[in-house]
Antibody, heavy 121, light 108 residues
């Protein structure tokens, strides 16, 4: 079965960077784009970024341009999201999510368990 | 980007009642690329409906989706105790994909 397992919670100071991982299993890693969606405490869902695991091309939400970087390691079926210049408003649960094969714009069939990133001085 | 507005913000109903949730888009959603998710506290969202009206695998048939263009509806025909949760719509027809702000279905 499809599993997306994310790294553990992080606490960072303002201005620092955080790197969150998502390890995929149970399917052909290179056939599905992987996305990151975040949810601030008590708030709704916000799409952050996506990556093509096969070619490595990326697409980022405009509000995160310049601060977010997605990478992948096909040898371990893992994707990473690094967010820099952290501010308190970045405190959120970050989810990796997978859609349908070879489709950039997609609904999300599978989600990781979420990683809480807390930005606090 | 397309803005999705969900209404009502909170729906207070009793088990066995019918729930009707609305999602309105700021512009037409192409090819009915509209999905619905359920989220419970401390959990990741769970896909319910995609393509406006197709149920995801394992979703009970009391959940149904309808609509096109700018107006979409999620209906829960008879609320079960496990259906009290947050519900989000998402459009994936135009980049960037966007979500509504959510509707909370609570026990009356």
């Amino acid at each position: 079965q499809v599993q997306l397992v994310q790294s553990g919670a992080e606490v960072k100071k303002p201005g620092a960077s955080v790197k969150v991982s998502c390890k995929a299993s149970g399917y052909t890693f290179t056939s599905y784009y992987m996305h990151w969606v975040r949810q601030a405490p008590g708030q709704g869902l916000e799409w952050v970024a996506m990556i093509s695991p096969s070619g490595g091309s990326t697409n980022y939400a405009q509000k995160f341009q310049g601060r977010v970087t997605m990478t992948r390691d096909t040898s371990t079926s893992t994707v990473y999201m690094e967010l820099s210049s952290l501010r308190s408003e970045d405190t959120a649960v970050y989810y990796c999510a997978r859609g349908v094969p070879s489709t950039v714009l997609t609904y999300f069939q599978h989600w990781g368990q979420g990683t809480l990133v807390t930005v606090s001085s | 980007e397309i803005v999705l507005t969900q209404s009502p913000g909170t729906l207070s109903l009793s088990p066995g009642e019918r729930a009707t949730l609305s999602c309105r888009a700021s512009q037409s959603v192409s090819s009915s690329y509209l999905a619905w998710y359920q989220q419970k506290p401390g959990q990741a969202p769970r896909l319910l409906i995609y393509g406006a009206s197709s149920r995801a695998t394992g979703i009970p048939d009391r959940f149904s989706g309808s609509g096109s263009g700018t107006d979409f509806t999620l209906t829960i025909s008879r609320l079960e105790p496990e259906d009290f949760a947050l519900y989000y719509c998402q459009q994936y027809g135009l980049s960037p994909g966007t979500f509504g702000q959510g509707t909370k279905v609570e026990i009356k």
